[in-house]
């Protein structure tokens, strides 16, 4: 019997150490001219798989491993603007009650003409 409750006595500290693992950046994407919030934003750390994207009021909550070094790039992109990239440290001070404010600069883009060609029924039959 007492191995079995130093069995689940180490168990749950375990499992205390690993939820103990992770720090939580917060932050709101937003257009710069607009300041309306951009929602489906991509954050990432740069170099890794980890990843979020921002909600309907453009907030973000992102668990990044203790591991994670501070100079760690967190890039944030969306389509049709110009991606940005900040290090941890400068997020590291944010909050869920204040958020680190991200400002993305709208940016053109630029894709290669298309070329439509219609052919009659006749002419495809006759060709082969």
């Known amino acids: 019997m007492k191995r079995l409750t130093f069995f689940f ?3 749950t ?3 205390g150490a690993q939820a103990q693992d992770f720090t939580t950046i917060y932050g709101k994407v937003q257009d710069s001219k ?8 991509s954050v990432a750390i740069e170099g890794s798989n980890i990843s979020v994207i921002t909600n309907s009021d453009g907030f973000f909550s992102l668990k990044v491993p203790s591991e994670t070094p501070s100079d ?3 890039s944030v992109s969306y389509l ?3 991606t940005i990239s900040n290090t ?3 997020f590291q001070k944010s909050t869920a009650d204040k958020p680190f404010l991200i400002p993305l600069t709208a940016q053109a883009i630029l894709i290669q003409a298309a070329t439509i060609n219609s052919s009659d029924a006749k002419d495809i039959v006759n060709y082969a």
């Open 9 to 11: 006595a180490l168990l």
């Open 13 to 15: 500290m375990v499992i």
């Open 34 to 41: 607009t300041d309306k919030p951009i929602v489906y934003a």
């Open 72 to 74: 760690a790039q967190i």
């Open 80 to 82: 049709g603007y110009a």
């Open 88 to 90: 941890l440290l400068e």
